[in-house]
């Protein structure tokens, strides 16, 4: 079985829980640096440090957004892809500090961006809650990104609080790429993404929520009723206490049942996967209780 394969949630899986052995280490291609970092102003023997991966498949290779943090400068989003034939991280690109005009909130300092296809779009989600804020990117011009779409539901927030425990007031970041969930059988019409809150007061730690979307509108249309993931339900052995890093979500099959397969990391000390039954989640459908959209933004 090719790396790649398990590493994006495709085909077999291991049977383990935890690793602690190192797995391979790969280096970033010692040619990749010169043009992003110089687009940015430095040169590229600036120290840096680069985390938080997310991988996808786009146009027949391996992407994986990361965060990378520039010596005297502030923490950035960037793209990557991924060569395992050489093992090398090959740097694409650094985003502007701020991608699109003075839009509050985009700023490279946000990490917790969700890359995804849409009608062979690369789209970027940066926010599902309070509001759904989805960017496109266009290669064609490199560093920037132009918003899609901007849905907010703050009106409802405390209700949605009530009924989820997610603590809307706080700050809820994306957890992982959204995925495509076809939930009827009929045809994909649903996204799928984890989100988390941090340190909120109902519920301590790093916990993780699902949300579903509709794939046309990308309006909200079910939150977990409640964590599925996360301190609140795992034993913290690593570095960093009531921590697990969400990296990436995948539907599998196990025999007739289909299963949530999210790979974490625990504290920054083990990496760890859980199968969810999606059958035992139990939702808040926002139609059904009449949240709908601000009717302002």
Request: glycine share 8%; net charge negative; aromatic share 10%.
């Amino acid at each position: 079985m090719r790396p790649w394969v398990a590493f994006l949630g495709m085909g077999s899986v291991p049977e383990v829980q935890k690793w602690s052995r190192a797995g391979h280490q790969w280096d970033l291609a010692s040619d990749s640096l010169a043009v992003p970092f110089t687009s940015c102003g430095v040169g590229a023997e600036t120290e840096y440090l680069i985390a938080d991966f997310r991988p996808f498949l786009w146009n027949g290779s391996i992407w994986t957004s990361h965060t990378i943090e520039l010596q005297g400068h502030p923490q950035r989003m960037a793209l990557s892809t991924l060569d395992f034939a050489s093992q090398a991280l090959q740097l694409e690109l650094i985003f502007e500090k701020n991608l699109i005009g003075d839009i509050s909130g985009l700023s490279g300092q946000e990490k917790n961006w969700g890359f995804f296809l849409s009608d062979d779009s690369l789209l970027i989600q940066y926010e599902t809650l309070p509001c759904v804020h989805i960017f496109e990117y266009d290669p064609f011009i490199p560093r920037h990104a132009f918003e899609r779409i901007k849905t907010c539901y703050r009106d409802t927030e405390h209700q949605l609080k009530a009924l989820t425990l997610l603590d809307l007031e706080g700050r809820v970041h994306n957890s992982c790429n959204p995925i495509l969930w076809d939930k009827a059988g009929n045809g994909t019409n649903e996204y799928l993404v984890m989100v988390h809150n941090r340190y909120g007061q109902m519920t301590p730690g790093y916990n993780h929520w699902l949300v579903r979307m509709d794939a046309e509108s990308f309006e909200l249309t079910h939150i977990s009723e409640g964590i599925v993931f996360g301190a609140a339900l795992h034993h913290s052995e690593g570095h960093i206490p009531n921590v697990i890093i969400v990296g990436s979500i995948s539907l599998v099959k196990s025999g007739e049942r289909l299963q949530l397969l999210v790979l974490g990391g625990e504290g920054d000390k083990y990496a760890i996967y859980e199968r969810i039954n999606m059958d035992a989640i139990a939702w808040v459908n926002l139609q059904a209780i009449n949240v709908k959209a601000d009717a302002q933004q």
